[in-house]
C-alpha cells in the first residue's frame, strides 16, 4: 500500500490535507497543473477541517497558462514560455505527421517519412515549415526562400549539391576560394526521394545529419539546421540493414487517406478545406523534468535491444519524454509509441503487453471514458468507480505508485478541460463552493 492516502489526489482541491496510509499528514500540491499528494510538514493544528471532509471532487482549474491556445500539449508543460507552432492546413488526416515532425524539431533528431507518391508528404513538411518560420507572426517570402533549403534527387543529382559549389565572383574579384553551401545556412532541410540518392550524396549528408557540419576536403562548415526532413517511397529492401538509414532515428509511413476520410473532406468543401493545429513544442528542460522508471526501460529493452544499435538505443529515454510531452500520453504509453517509431507497430504491441497489466488496461480504458460524459454527476461516478478498483489493485500488488500517478495525470488532464466541468472557473471558487455546502 502506498504511504500517501489512498485516494486519488485529483480528487481533491488544492492544499486539501489528509492523513496518509503511513500515519501522516499530506497535503495536494499543484505542479504545473499535475495533482500530487505531498507530505505535509505544518502543524496539525493549522489543518482546515473544510478540506479533510472534500471527497471526490476534482479541481476543475489547475494552474494552466494560455488554455485556449495550448491545445495537443500534455498539462504538466503549459507554460506561457513554451513554444508552439500553430499550423493551418488544406491537408487531411496529416495531425499525426505534424506531431512527428514537432518530435523532430523538439528533438533535434533527423526524421524520415516514408510513402507512395501523392502522400503529401513534401506539402506537409512545407505546412509545418510555414508554422516555423511565423512562430513570431513575422515571416517574409525571403525567409520562406533563405531558410529552406529543399533537394529532389535522382540517380543523376551531383554531390556538389550538398556539398556546395565555389564563389566564382569572390575566386574572380578577390581571389578568395569559398564555398556556396546552402545546405549548411538553411534552418530546414528537405531532401525528397532520398532513396534514388547516391552513395557520394549520402555520405556528404551522413555529415550533416550527425556532426552537424558540412565536410568538404579540408573545410568544417558548421550547420545551422533546427529540423531535417528527409522523404522516400520506400526503403530497398536490400538496403533495409543499411547504416545510412540507421541514422533516421525518426521513421513514419504516410499512408493514403482512407475513402471514409476523403468523404468528410468532400463535404468540409474540398480544396476549399482548412484545418488548424496549435502544437506544443518542448524545450531541453521541459523534457528533462518527465521522469521514466529504470524497469520499464528494461522491459523497452527486453523488446527492442535485438533490433536496434547501441546508438539508437541511447536516445529512447528522451524520445521517450518528448513523446510523453506532444502526444499528451503517459510514460507507458509514450513508451510504446517509441517502440513503433524507431522498430515497428508489432514491437509497440508486445511492449505494451509488458508494461499492462489487464487491470491496468481495464482502469486506463476506464479513464479514457471520462471524454465522453456530459454531466458532472456521471464523472462523480466515473471517478469513484476508477479510485475503488486502483484501490483494490494496490492492495493487491497488481498495480504499482508509478502506474497510479500516470493515472492520476491522465485524469487530471481530462478533468481540468472536461465541459462538464466548466461552471468552476477557479480553484478558489471551488474551494468556496465546497465551503458553502459543507456549512449548509
Known sequence: MRPSPTESATSFSENTVRRGNDGNWWITRNYNGVQRWVRHTSPTTNINPVQQSVQTQVNPSPNITNKENMSKVKTITKRTTQEV?????????????????????????????????????????????????????????????????????????????????????????????????????????????VDKASSAIRNAMLGVMNERFLFNGKHKIPCKWKLFIATCNEIPKDETNSPFWDRFMLKMTVNRVSAGELVKYYNKGARNYREKFT?????????????????????????????????????????????????????????????QIMISQSAGSELQNKLMSPEVKAVMSKVEMLH??????????????????????????????????????????????????????????????????TNM
Open 85 to 193: 507552432r500553430n499550423i493551418e492546413t488544406s491537408l487531411i488526416n496529416k495531425e499525426e505527421v505534424f506531431k512527428m515532425l514537432a518530435l523532430a524539431e523538439s528533438t533535434g533528431l533527423p526524421c524520415l517519412l516514408i510513402g507512395e507518391p501523392g502522400v503529401a508528404k513534401t506539402k506537409t513538411v512545407l505546412e509545418y515549415a510555414k508554422a516555423w518560420l511565423n512562430k513570431d507572426g513575422k515571416m517574409t517570402a525571403q525567409d520562406f526562400a533563405n531558410k529552406i533549403y529543399i533537394l529532389e534527387t535522382d540517380e543523376g543529382t551531383k554531390a556538389s549539391e550538398v556539398k556546395g559549389i565555389p564563389d566564382l565572383s569572390k575566386l574572380f574579384t578577390e581571389n578568395k576560394y569559398e564555398l556556396n553551401t546552402p545546405i549548411a545556412d538553411a534552418e530546414i532541410v528537405i531532401i525528397n526521394e
Open 279 to 339: 502544437i506544443g513544442i518542448p524545450s531541453g528542460a521541459e523534457i528533462e523534468q518527465v521522469e521514466i522508471p529504470v524497469n520499464k526501460l528494461e522491459k523497452y529493452l527486453e523488446v527492442g535491444y535485438k533490433g536496434s544499435s547501441d546508438r539508437t538505443l541511447t536516445f529512447v529515454p528522451r524520445l521517450a519524454k518528448a513523446v510523453s510531452y506532444i502526444w499528451d500520453i503517459s510514460v507507458d504509453k509514450a513508451l510504446v509509441k517509441t517502440a
Open 372 to 437: 465522453s460524459y456530459t454531466t458532472n454527476e456521471q464523472l462523480e461516478l466515473s471517478i469513484a468507480d476508477i479510485e475503488s478498483l486502483v484501490n483494490t489493485y494496490v492492495s493487491r500488488g497488481i498495480m504499482d505508485e508509478t502506474q497510479v500517478e500516470e493515472i492520476e495525470i491522465s485524469m487530471q488532464y481530462i478533468l481540468s478541460t472536461h465541459p462538464a466541468r466548466k461552471d468552476y472557473q477557479s480553484s478558489e471558487e471551488f474551494d468556496a463552493l465546497m465551503e458553502a455546502e
